[in-house]
């Protein structure tokens, strides 16, 4: 299964008050919160290049599974960390936020927790 592919994003829940939890200003929060971004996924085996455009803004992160790795947050904020792949789902921790990631078919499902604050997006194969 491959996760290869862009998707665009359908639904999210709880944006606003997740991005307030990460630090984001109110400002970039009311910009943000209605735009579709467009995530593309390249899977080589192991390494991943996952591109994320949202209005003029582009997050372009890459990793190889189970190898540490620096990423650039939602809130620009760079960490380190070592994705994992279990089945369909790869999974990240990093400064105590959980990064859940799901493909399922055509339909790709990205949980983020931080706190007692979870976002959930859902983004369709375009």
Known sequence: MSFTGKYELQSQE???????ALGLPEEQIQKGKDLKSI???VQDGKKFTITVTTGSKVIKNQFTVGEESEIELMNGQKV?????LEGNKLVAEA???KSVTEL???TITHT???GDQTLKRVSKRI
């Open 112 to 114: 983020m927790t931080l």
């Open 14 to 20: 709880n944006f606003e008050p997740f991005m307030r």
């Open 104 to 106: 399922n078919g055509d």
């Open 39 to 41: 995530s593309e996924i």
């Open 95 to 97: 400064k105590g936020m």
């Open 80 to 84: 380190k960390v070592a994705v994992q």
